[in-house]
């Protein structure tokens, strides 16, 4: 529910009956001042001068006349008052924090979602893993930034359908094979005796396989006839004949045991996968008749789209060698998914890099007559202090490498502040802090922006990290048991006139405002906003905290402030939720 669109129709309502309809303001508007001394909402009185041809001061007073004879019909407005060109609105915090109260208590867990959805079916496509392929730091954002995304439509009212995509039949697969068993490659076949031996776990068998695709990118740069038996290969492959075919299907396994592996560890949930070689005989089918159509042609024996005069360049389809490309495969379950799911739009997340190649797959998809939207949200590079990775040539940070050094990282300091925990419970906690730390790192900034990863910082229980943010629901905790007091009595008989502290009204001005957030989260596709607001609001309570006293606060006063701190909890476990992040009870 978003608490402050009622108050918004409300002061809209009486402003435009002033007005006597010589114009009308839309409650787009009305804007939060930057400063809570100024008030809480603030209607700029610029646009309206020009319609009645007198200065925003002259306006800006006359609406606080006229205003202030219905002031009984603002009921939700404490005080109004006009500053220069800008007539400011102070709101009756102790009807702000009851309708807060009353959301919180109705269903906790659904504070701050709305409808705006209207349950339209959009599907979401991310992790976007390569079998074949190590699983690194930069696939971490992906799948951190599409189930955010996931979780952030459903807040705001869509039928979201988090999907995972799988690329297991392309040229790097051949690449991968091709050096796999190349009769040079000693590595392999070292590992191939040991794996004999049993007791290789999926993330080794997953690793194994990454450094294989790596090595054989510079072994096909030093070797003359490489290109053609990787072409060989795929052919193979793709006709699911012979030895090489056979290799895929084994190797393959190892991959998506890896990645099923991750999923777990990450607790992201997928509604359904596909895997490329379930849609790839369907593509070439749909390549052919395409062909005969004239909607594809040939260009220098490969197959193309030729979208030129759509300012979209040429996309290709099939090779001169007859073998796929990323097309041959995505139009088919772009077909699919329409039809399956009846979806309004499709959405993909994928790297900026491949910004025109959706363009491109979109306007195919429009030439054969759909007419539902397809997406593509970019978003930017992860970087390490040291510089970019490439899993081409193998300089990369392997999600296990990270995860395991950040596993480490808290779970030592996690020991070192809790002698007097079990090992069983540091796992739990330090699983905790370094996956929310993972998750956090990777959309705590807008989707465009490049991030360098530094897992020192990353980690850190002061600064803009997930860890504040849970040792914050933490420390909330901690007070609420020392309170001791029956959690129906804190929120139901609570008396809020004893909220009158000038920290407490910014507090409730914020928990009012985490709604807001969850709809520009959506409308923009941008986590960062949420984590951005759970940053200040964690802040202010800190701030709060140290400044006002809870428990040694008189009874009736104590009570009212632990009603507060327990909806901000409430507010901060809700966002980290919507962020794939659990909150922690102890710390």
Request: hydrophobic share 40%.
């Amino acid at each position: 529910m978003n608490i402050f669109a009622n108050i918004k129709k409300e002061i809209v309502k009486q402003v435009n009956q002033a007005l006597d309809r010589k114009v009308a303001i839309k409650e787009a508007d009305l804007v939060f001042p930057p400063d809570s001394k100024m008030g809480d909402i603030s209607l700029p009185c610029f646009g309206l001068s020009k319609e009645l041809k007198k200065s925003p001061n002259d306006i800006a007073q006359m609406l606080l006349t006229e205003l202030s004879s219905c002031a009984q019909e603002l009921s939700s407005v404490e005080s109004m008052v006009a500053t220069g060109p800008y007539l400011n609105f102070t709101l009756d915090k102790g009807q702000l924090v009851k309708k807060i109260f009353a959301e919180i208590k109705k269903c906790p867990q659904d504070f701050g979602k709305n409808k705006v959805g209207k349950k339209k079916r959009v599907m979401i496509e991310y992790s976007n893993g390569n079998t074949h392929k190590e699983y690194h730091i930069g696939h971490l954002r992906n799948i951190s930034y599409g189930d955010a995304v996931n979780h952030i439509l459903a807040a705001n009212g869509f039928d979201a359908i988090p999907v995972s995509y799988i690329n297991d039949f392309g040229i790097h697969v051949a690449k991968t094979l091709w050096w796999l068993y190349h009769k040079e490659n000693e590595t392999a076949k070292n590992f191939f005796e040991n794996f004999k031996k049993g007791g290789i776990t999926p993330g080794e068998k997953g690793r194994f396989l990454g450094q294989m695709y790596a090595e054989a990118t510079k072994q096909m740069e030093l070797k003359s006839q490489a290109k053609e038996e990787v072409g060989l290969i795929m052919k193979q492959v793709e006709t699911r004949k012979g030895e090489y075919y056979k290799l895929w299907k084994e190797t393959r396994k190892w991959s998506i045991e890896l990645f099923d592996q991750i999923y777990r560890e990450l607790k992201v949930h997928f509604r359904e996968v596909f895997y490329e070689n379930e849609v790839i005989e369907e593509g070439f089918k749909i390549v052919a008749d395409l062909y005969e159509k004239h909607i594809l042609v040939k260009s220098q024996g490969a197959v193309i789209a030729n979208l030129e005069k759509y300012n979209l360049g040429v996309l290709l389809f099939l090779r001169s060698d007859g073998t796929a490309l990323y097309p041959v495969a995505d139009l088919p379950l772009a077909m699919l998914k329409f039809k399956k799911y009846k979806l309004h739009k499709s959405i993909y997340v994928v790297d900026i890099r491949q910004g025109l190649y959706f363009e491109q797959l979109s306007k195919v998809m429009e030439l054969l007559g759909y007419k539902q939207e397809l997406m593509h949200l970019g978003y930017d590079f992860v970087k390490l202090p040291e510089g970019m990775m490439s899993s081409r040539t193998g300089n990369i940070v392997t999600y296990q490498e990270l995860s395991e050094k950040m596993l480490a990282n808290a779970k030592t300091e996690t020991r070192n502040k809790h002698e007097d925990w079990t090992e069983n419970k540091i796992d739990m906690v330090g699983k905790q802090i370094a996956y929310g730390a993972m998750k956090f790192e990777m959309i705590k900034v807008s989707r465009d922006k490049t991030i360098t990863f530094d897992i020192e910082k990353a980690l850190r229980f002061d600064g803009y990290t997930a860890a504040y943010l849970q040792y914050t629901c933490a420390r909330i905790n901690s007070i609420l048991r020392k309170a001791d007091v029956v959690e129906t009595r804190l929120i139901a008989s609570v008396s809020v006139k004893n909220l009158v502290e000038t920290k407490e009204h910014d507090l409730i001005m914020k928990l009012a405002k985490y709604s807001l957030a969850v709809e520009l989260a959506g409308t923009n596709y941008e986590p960062s906003e949420i984590a951005k607001y759970l940053f200040e609001l964690a802040q202010q309570f800190n701030d709060y905290y140290h400044d006002v006293p809870i428990l040694k606060a008189p009874e009736e006063i104590k009570l009212a402030r632990l009603a507060l701190i327990k909806a901000v909890k409430q507010v901060i476990a809700n966002g980290l939720t919507l962020l794939g992040i659990e909150t922690i009870e102890e710390m």
